[in-house]
Every structure is written in structure tokens, then in C-alpha cells.
DNA sequence: AATTTTGTCAACCGCACGAAC
DNA sequence: GGTTCGTGCGGTTGACAAAAT
């Protein structure tokens, strides 16, 4: 049965929740715990769905959560995790305690989105402009953007036969991510597929790379192709 | 001062997955 | 093995406020 169907079929309060549902749910959680939502819905009286009764309870009510603003430790940790497992947000939020994922998907894309577009053109700039000896290195991963494999190609040594066949690129050391499909249409320019060390091309319009710099070498990951 | 645009965030929605039946 | 139920996740929406025009 359509999710929309049921909402109104129960006639279910939707939006904002007010102060004295709070209370009702605060008490039924209390009382019965976290758990069977549909049936803590209806013992709480409340005419909300279960689905509805978790959400506010973990995203606003559930003890220890901080309603503050993030603090720079917190953003820093939070660019961080993302650039090493992506959108995953219920895992970074796992490594902050108090905070939701609800609340750092939110900040993320209010916030830090920017911030690391921000870097992507700054380091498109030095892509033009830059004659420095910076070399990019690749390694292709078949999985997703957030494979665990991150740490082992960090840890791999790159012999030459893994360089991308690009030209040397200069990046500014920064902890942020870029997203190098804002780097496409400077490619696109330059050469319109990529020969990687597999032997294999890759087409960059259909691809979606994901970056990753240490102080050292540059990671990219394709991601589809 | 009025209107439009942009940013923020709580809540909704659809989907996937595992457990129970 | 198929269905239903409960839960969790990530993307999206919509209301509201602030900023810009």
C-alpha cells in the first residue's frame, strides 16, 4: 500500500510537531522503548505514524543530542569522514556523538558543499595555470566512491605505470574533497577520454571521479564508467 | 517599503534490507 | 520461497527567515 494512501487513510498529523506531542512521545518512549514504532505510535494516542514518531524522536528528542552549532573540530571531522565514505551519513554521524545524520547531511550541504566547490575551482585554477611538478597517480576502484578500499590505496605504492596520462597538475594541500566532475569541462578540452593504467579508456562524460589529495599524491577513484 | 531570491533545517518520502511469519 | 512488517538510510521538499534587489 502507497506510503501517501495510508497517511491519509489513518489521517495522520503531518509538519511541525508541537510542544505537548513531544511530551507524549518523551513519555511513551519512556516507557515502552525504542522500538516497534507503529505500535509506541498508537499507545502515545498521538495521530502521527510510527515512521514519524522515530524520526522526531532520533532527530530531536533522544537524550544527549546537541542542538548547538557545529564547532570547528566537528567540521573538520565531518570533511573529513566525507571524503573518505561520501554521503554516508549515519556512519559519520556515528563518529560524532550528539549529532544526527538528518543534522550533518543538513550542514553539509548548507555549509560545507561550498566550501569544497570552493577548493575544486581553486584547484582548477592552478590546473591552467600552474607549471609545477605535482604527479597524479590513479587507481581505478570497480565499487562505489565510498569503498573501504580507501585506506588500501592510500597505503599502495604507485609505480610509474599507474600514472593517469595527464598533465602534471599543482593542488593546494587541503583537507577538503573536490568533486571532479567540476574539472570536466576543462578536461573535456584537453583530451576527451582517459587511459588508465589498466590499459582500459575511460569516456569523462560519462565517468564520475572522486579526488582525494595527501601531501604527496593525488588519488583519483573512477566510479563509473 | 515591497517584492524576490537565497539559505537553512525539520520533516517527508521512497527504497532497501533483514527478521518474522 | 513468498509476503508482511519494522527499521534505517539518503535524497528531496516545503516552510520560514534573512538577504538582496
Not at 561550498?114 to 597517480?137: E, M, P, R, Y
Request: proline share 2%; hydrophobic share 35%.
Amino acid at each position: 500500500m502507497a506510503y501517501q494512501e495510508t497517511m491519509q487513510e489513518k489521517n495522520w498529523r503531518k509538519g511541525p510537531w508541537l510542544e505537548q506531542e513531544d511530551e507524549q512521545l518523551n513519555a511513551t518512549v519512556t516507557r515502552l522503548g525504542e522500538r516497534r514504532w507503529d505500535a509506541l505510535a498508537k499507545a502515545s494516542g498521538l495521530r502521527r505514524s510510527g515512521k514519524s514518531c522515530r524520526l522526531r524522536w532520533m532527530n530531536y528528542l533522544r537524550p544527549n543530542l546537541k542542538h548547538g552549532l557545529i564547532s570547528e573540530e566537528e567540521e573538520r571531522i565531518i570533511l573529513q569522514l566525507h571524503e573518505q565514505w561520501g554521503n554516508k551519513w549515519s556512519k559519520i554521524a556515528q563518529r560524532l556523538p550528539g549529532r544526527t545524520d538528518n543534522e550533518i547531511k543538513n550542514y553539509w550541504r548548507s555549509h560545507l558543499r561550498k566550501k569544497a566547490q570552493g577548493v575544486a575551482f581553486d584547484a582548477k585554477q592552478d590546473l591552467v595555470t600552474s607549471d609545477c611538478n605535482t604527479v597524479i597517480t590513479a587507481r581505478t576502484s570497480n565499487g562505489d566512491c565510498m569503498s573501504e578500499k580507501e585506506d588500501d590505496i592510500r597505503a599502495t605504492s604507485v609505480d610509474s605505470s599507474d600514472a593517469l596520462e595527464l598533465p602534471n597538475f599543482a593542488l593546494a594541500d587541503s583537507p577538503y574533497e573536490a568533486r571532479v566532475s567540476d574539472w570536466m569541462s576543462y578536461w573535456a578540452n584537453e583530451q576527451s577520454r582517459l587511459k588508465l593504467h589498466d590499459g582500459n579508456c575511460y569516456s569523462l562524460e560519462t565517468c564520475f571521479c572522486y579526488l582525494a589529495w595527501t601531501s604527496e599524491t593525488i588519488l583519483i577513484r573512477i566510479i563509473a564508467v
